[in-house]
């Protein structure tokens, strides 16, 4: 019988002395709000801002239920009693025990090492908690500052791709990757 934890098994919640990766919550929709609805934090993601309080209202529920039904895990990063950064895990395939990932951090927490410890933190869950062997990232050529939070982390680049992205168009992609034989996590 195999006894290993599926990524849908229960929500998971990471602590350590300055960050948490929980569960997003009503209470910190203001928060929320400051990422969601400026356009700089989508300027190398596909645009999934709003500029409506109901639509990032509705969108909290959302997280959840995604959850729920098996499609996607999304994390608050939580600092200093602030929620500043949104962790998405989607596309995971159960056979191959891959995931890919993506993650956007309000611009005044750019810079100071909070991305990379809090995908420090979930590719440490991915691996070791919940045994996914791949994890992949896809990042715009021209985003540097994300592509070295993915190779702080280990990533490797493994190719490129063009992919149409809501609110981008056609873009060009570079894929990293991450192991589980390869990981330091």
């Known amino acids: ?21 929980r569960a997003i919550q009503d209470s910190d929709f203001e928060d929320l709000w400051e990422i969601y609805s400026n356009p700089l934090h989508f300027q190398f993601t596909p645009n999934t801002s709003t500029q409506n309080k109901d ?10 239920r995604d959850f729920i039904k098996k499609r996607r895990l999304f994390l608050g990063v939580v600092y200093q009693e602030k929620l500043i950064s949104v962790l998405e895990v989607f596309d995971y395939k159960k ?32 691996v070791g908690e919940r045994h996914i062997e791949t994890i992949k990232a896809f990042v715009m050529p021209e985003n540097k500052a994300s592509q070295r939070v993915l190779i702080k982390n280990g990533f490797q680049q493994v190719g490129e791709s063009r ?3 809501k609110g981008q168009g056609e873009v060009n992609l570079l894929i990293f990757q991450l192991s589980r034989n390869s990981s330091r996590h």
């Open 55 to 64: 639509t990032l209202r509705k969108r909290i529920d959302h997280f959840q």
């Open 95 to 126: 056979r191959s025990d891959s995931v890919t990932i993506g993650y956007r951090t309000n611009h005044d927490y750019w810079n100071q090492g909070l991305t990379s410890q809090a995908l420090y933190l979930l590719c440490h869950f991915l």
């Open 163 to 165: 992919e149409n992205w």
């Open 1 to 21: 019988m195999n006894n290993k934890s599926s990524l849908f098994d229960n929500f998971p919640s990471i602590q350590t002395s300055f960050l948490q990766l």
